[in-house]
């Protein structure tokens, strides 16, 4: 299982929603403070857990889109492998 997580400014928080959601059917959004240069700003996690091997297209795409749309830099993105797994009711 590969957990990813996207930094990013919140801005256009429903937006960013709906753009991941079109290519991974769950993933959570946490919102917080970041700071950048010293300076503290609003700020969103998007974190995604998959088993998806082709995920890293899909995840430069979204940053690529983030980027544009939020007029940012970058958005940086954690990949962490792990030990995480989905368990069924009776599995």
Same mark, same amino acid.
Request: aromatic share 10%.
């Given at each position: 299982?590969?957990?990813? %997580?996207?930094?990013?400014?919140? #801005? %256009?928080?429903?937006?960013? +929603?709906?753009?991941? $959601?079109?290519?991974? /059917?769950?993933? $959570?959004?946490?919102?917080?403070?970041?700071?950048? &240069?010293?300076?503290?700003? &609003? $700020?969103l +996690?998007?974190?995604?857990a998959?088993?998806? /091997?082709? /995920?890293a297209?899909?995840? &430069?795409?979204? +940053? #690529? /889109?983030?980027?544009?749309?939020?007029?940012?830099? $970058?958005?940086?993105?954690? &990949?962490?492998? +792990?030990?995480?797994?989905?368990?069924?009711?009776?599995?």
């Amino acid at each position: 299982m590969t957990l990813y %997580r996207l930094h990013t400014q919140n #801005k %256009r928080k429903k937006w960013i +929603c709906e753009l991941v $959601s079109e290519y991974f /059917a769950g993933f $959570s959004v946490i919102e917080q403070v970041g700071y950048w &240069k010293g300076k503290p700003e &609003k $700020s969103l +996690c998007i974190e995604i857990a998959t088993e998806n /091997a082709g /995920a890293a297209v899909f995840i &430069k795409k979204i +940053c #690529k /889109a983030i980027c544009g749309l939020n007029e940012q830099e $970058s958005v940086l993105v954690q &990949k962490i492998e +792990c030990g995480t797994q989905f368990n069924t009711i009776g599995g």
